[in-house]
């Protein structure tokens, strides 16, 4: 696609339900980040792909949460028993090259989640 | 590990003023840094992005930064404010060897009519 695509935008859940947030990245792009940001505050890095491989989760904050690429393109971040503080918006980035930086990252608009 | 401290939380400055909003990096290596707009309900729009070509390095919308090694810093500017720069700027490390980009707390700009 010509951009980075997320679904859905907006979710709003119950403490304790599952969710799963899709990231659709650049055609091509070897590597996958997954972002938390919440309000008022800057990106904080949860976890990233390189093709299929997840290489480096130690954002993420416990292990409620979970994400994974199977096929090296669309990604899913699943949160497991959401709690209110897990309330944010989670982005999600593709970048043409795997390690050896340098490259931008490319960002969605994000999915916003509400936790009640 | 390489991090980026944005200084001020908000700027606000009048239309046509000069914009100056200010990052300091902290790197043992030499950095790759990036400035991020994002507008509200948006995604992060890169502004520019420093990769030791050159050390003033021009951006989208009349927007440049400066790469200071002695002073570690690579602070936003832009000549005259027009009222739809107003928006949250993100400063942004990454480092050669690391794969994650870190950003800063964001700053917020203001513009005033």
């Known amino acids: 696609g010509a951009g980075v695509s997320q679904s859905p935008r907006y979710k709003v859940a119950k403490r304790g339900q599952d969710v799963a947030l899709r990231c659709d990245p650049i055609?091509?792009?070897?590597?996958l980040f997954w972002y938390q940001q919440a309000l008022g505050q800057g990106p904080e890095f949860l976890t990233y792909f390189q093709n299929e491989a997840q290489l480096d989760k130690s954002g993420l904050p416990s292990d409620r949460f979970f994400a994974e690429r199977p096929e090296g393109s669309v990604s899913t971040l699943k949160i497991q028993r959401t709690q209110q503080e897990d309330s944010a918006v989670y982005l999600c980035a593709s970048s043409l090259f795997g390690t050896g930086g340098g490259g931008e990252l490319f960002f969605g608009e994000g999915s916003r989640l509400t936790v009640l | 590990a390489q991090s980026v401290t944005q200084l001020g939380s908000h700027v606000s400055v009048s239309e046509g003023a000069l914009v100056l909003l200010r990052c300091n990096y902290s790197s043992s290596v030499p950095p790759y840094l990036f400035w991020y707009v994002q507008y509200p309900n948006q995604g992060l729009q890169l502004l520019l992005k420093?990769?030791?070509?050159?050390?003033l390095v021009k951006g989208i919308n009349g927007f440049e930064a400066e790469f200071k090694k002695s002073e570690t810093s690579f602070h936003l500017t832009k000549p005259s404010a027009h009222m739809s720069d107003a928006a949250e700027y993100f400063c942004?490390?990454?480092?050669?060897?690391?794969?994650?980009?870190?950003f800063g707390a964001g700053t917020r700009l203001t513009v005033k009519p």
């Open positions: 420093y990769t030791s070509a050159a050390t």
């Open positions: 055609s091509g792009h070897v590597s």
């Open positions: 942004a490390v990454r480092g050669n060897n690391n794969n994650d980009m870190r």
